[in-house]
Each structure stands twice: as C-alpha cells, then as structure tokens.
C-alpha cells in the first residue's frame, strides 16, 4: 500500500508542475540547475511551455500507472518497477525534451 501511495503522490507533483508550466507565460525549464531558455530565443513561448506541462503530465502519469500496479503485483515488485521507470523515465525525459522540444522551439543562432 505505501508504495501506491507513493506513486500517487509523485503523479499528483508532476500533474501540478505540468499544469503549472501550462499556465506560465514566461519559459519554463525542466533541468533544476539550468535557468530556462530566455524569451527572446523561444519561437513561440506558450506552445513551448504546453509541451514542457505535457511531458511532465505524461511522467506523471507513468508513476500514477505504476501505482496502479500495485492492486496487482506484490510491493517489492512495485517498488524495483518504481526504481526502474523514475531512472529510465528521467533519461526518457531528457531525451524528449533535448530532441524534440528544444529543437522545435528553442532557437539555436550557432546552426546557422
């Protein structure tokens, strides 16, 4: 039980940090010790931050499912799911946002 509870707890922080991104009209980050891209080089910044909220909803949800899990499987088996999804999940995160994201919306001037 404490790890659905867990899970769902780590789902409802992504949700109200998805949402919040949503709504924010100045660029959101998703690195904790990189400052977010400065207006003036996003292309369009509430579209950007619409889809940094959607990737953190999405994480979210992946750990809400996770805890969902738990009516199913044992908690040991929950809890090395958890580890496995929040490791990978992070990377998977990363990745998206790197390729996808900030490719699309984050000006690069060295490219050019």
Same mark, same amino acid.
Request: glycine share 12%.
């Given at each position: 039980?404490?790890?659905?509870?867990?899970?769902?707890?780590?789902?409802?922080?992504? #949700?109200?940090? @998805?949402?919040?991104?949503?709504? %924010? $009209? !100045?660029? =959101? *980050?998703?690195?904790?010790?990189?400052? /977010?891209?400065?207006?003036?080089?996003?292309?369009?910044?509430?579209?950007?931050?619409?889809?940094?909220?959607?990737?953190?909803?999405?994480?979210?949800?992946?750990?809400? #499912?996770?805890? @969902?899990?738990?009516?199913?499987? %044992? $908690? !040991?088996? =929950? *809890?090395?799911?958890?580890?496995?999804? /929040?490791?990978?999940?992070?990377?998977?995160?990363?990745?998206?946002?790197?390729?996808?994201?900030?490719?699309?919306?984050?000006?690069?001037?060295?490219?050019?």
């Amino acid at each position: 039980m404490t790890i659905m509870f867990i899970c769902f707890g780590i789902f409802i922080i992504f #949700l109200i940090i @998805g949402i919040m991104a949503i709504k %924010s $009209e !100045k660029p =959101v *980050g998703i690195y904790s010790n990189i400052k /977010a891209p400065q207006a003036n080089i996003i292309t369009d910044v509430k579209a950007y931050n619409r889809a940094c909220g959607i990737l953190f909803i999405g994480y979210g949800v992946v750990f809400g #499912l996770t805890g @969902g899990t738990s009516f199913f499987l %044992s $908690e !040991k088996t =929950v *809890g090395m799911l958890l580890g496995v999804i /929040a490791f990978f999940g992070a990377i998977g995160l990363m990745i998206i946002y790197e390729c996808v994201i900030a490719e699309k919306y984050v000006r690069n001037d060295k490219k050019k």
